[in-house]
């Protein structure tokens, strides 16, 4: 049994994380504390992954990455990276629908600080970045790992948008969900039934780790 497609999920999950915890960390900020009127449509924009059915994010993407549309022609062309059934094309594509995992826990934690607390940095002459790593972020681990790891773990185990964007090559797209998948189609039944158990564990032990850091935290403050 090849471990490959395991050690690509999670190589695609670690990249997404990280790249959209830059990006949602700034967004999830802005949303938490804006009184504009753009509020709600930013933030349905930012969850529309989570209602929209896989084959149509999918889709989208690949007519978007396609060497035929502007944004494809623009990457292969300037940066000679192509978009479609390659790796870079997965963590671009995984950015896309698990951004709203990343951004609500960190919204929500943001929005659950005690503004006096906020308002004494400004106060105290911090600027909003300060205020931002240095007091809202070390107040707020629980969803910050909540945002972190749920965001790790959704990207390793989607499967629609991975199928359509990246297809199935080994070592380059062939993740485990899409491994079983194929497994699945050739009735290898008894690789199926391991591969989808050890995801099974895997994801079980991620949101295990996730509860019992927020119960310890919770009894540490007396939350």
């Known amino acids: 049994m090849s471990f490959e497609p395991f050690i690509l999920s999670f190589k695609l999950a670690a990249l997404t994380a990280f790249i959209l ?8 900020w802005f949303l938490s504390q804006t009184k504009s009127r753009t509020k709600p449509f ?4 930012t969850a529309l992954p ?8 999918g889709f989208y993407l ?20 192509k978009l479609v059934f390659s790796f870079t094309g ?17 919204q929500n934690g943001f929005e659950s600080l005690n503004k006096n607390m906020l308002e004494a940095s400004y106060i105290a002459g911090k600027s909003k970045f300060q205020t ?22 959704h990207t390793v185990g989607e499967f629609g948008v991975v199928l359509m964007v990246g297809g199935s090559i080994p070592g380059e ?16 039944y008894t690789a199926a039934h391991i591969y ?14 996730v509860y019992i850091f927020n119960a310890r935290h919770n009894r540490r403050f007396g939350l």
């Open 132 to 153: 931002l790593f240095f007091v809202a972020l070390p107040n707020m681990k629980p969803a910050v790992l909540t945002a972190v790891i749920v965001t790790f773990a």
């Open 21 to 28: 915890f830059c990006i949602a960390l700034p967004l999830a």
């Open 62 to 81: 690949l007519w978007a990455f396609a060497y035929s549309s502007p944004i494809g022609h623009f990457f292969e062309e300037t940066f000679g990276v």
């Open 50 to 57: 989570i209602v929209l059915p896989p084959s149509v994010l």
């Open 90 to 106: 997965l963590v671009v594509a995984s950015c896309f629908y698990s951004l709203p995992f990343m951004v609500q826990p960190l």
């Open 173 to 188: 797209t062939k993740v485990a969900s899409v491994a079983i998948y194929e497994m699945v189609e050739n009735m290898d």
């Open 42 to 45: 930013l933030e349905a924009l």
């Open 196 to 209: 989808s158990a050890i995801m099974v564990g895997i994801s079980f032990i991620v949101l295990l780790s």
